[in-house]
């Protein structure tokens, strides 16, 4: 029994011990330099809020291609900003892969518009 709770109590332990919080950066007093880093643009709120992180992840592929691999294909430019922001709304395949995109045809083409945006915007 006690040797139960020891195993119990090491596996706590060697769980928690590798949590990612950062506590130090955690509680930073916001200024106007720290702001800019935690400001986050229109085109990232509507794909969090949206059905997109179902198939995309920001670095990794999932069902899609990941937001940092579209940003490395299609240059920053008002063409693949209109290409992009049609293929979210109506969808498509072929381009990366034989599973389709399904469409947003409920989405404006304002905020297709900074959806793409905001993923052409990662490229480094």
Same mark, same amino acid.
């Given at each position: 029994?006690?040797? /139960?709770?020891?195993?119990?109590?090491?596996? +706590?332990?060697? +769980?928690?011990?590798?949590?990612?919080?950062?506590? $130090? @950066?955690?509680?930073?007093?916001?200024? %106007? /330099? @720290?702001?800019?880093?935690?400001?986050?643009? $229109?085109?990232? /709120?509507?794909?969090?809020?949206? $059905? &997109?992180?179902? &198939? #995309? /992840?920001?670095? !990794?592929? +999932? *069902?899609?291609?990941?937001?940092?691999? *579209?940003? =490395? %294909?299609?240059?920053?430019?008002? =063409?693949? *900003?209109?290409?992009?922001?049609? =293929? *979210?709304?109506?969808?498509?395949?072929?381009?990366?892969? @034989?599973?389709?995109?399904?469409? #947003?045809?409920?989405? !404006? %083409?304002? $905020?297709?518009?900074?959806?793409?945006?905001?993923?052409?915007?990662? !490229? =480094?």
């Amino acid at each position: 029994m006690k040797l /139960k709770y020891l195993l119990f109590g090491m596996a +706590l332990v060697s +769980l928690t011990s590798f949590s990612n919080d950062n506590l $130090d @950066t955690k509680y930073i007093k916001a200024t %106007k /330099k @720290t702001a800019a880093i935690f400001q986050t643009s $229109d085109g990232e /709120k509507l794909i969090a809020k949206s $059905d &997109c992180v179902g &198939c #995309h /992840k920001l670095d !990794k592929k +999932l *069902i899609g291609p990941s937001y940092l691999d *579209i940003a =490395k %294909k299609y240059p920053s430019n008002e =063409k693949n *900003i209109a290409y992009l922001s049609g =293929k *979210i709304i109506k969808g498509g395949s072929g381009v990366w892969g @034989t599973i389709p995109m399904s469409a #947003h045809a409920s989405l !404006k %083409k304002n $905020d297709a518009n900074s959806m793409a945006k905001y993923i052409l915007s990662l !490229k =480094k």
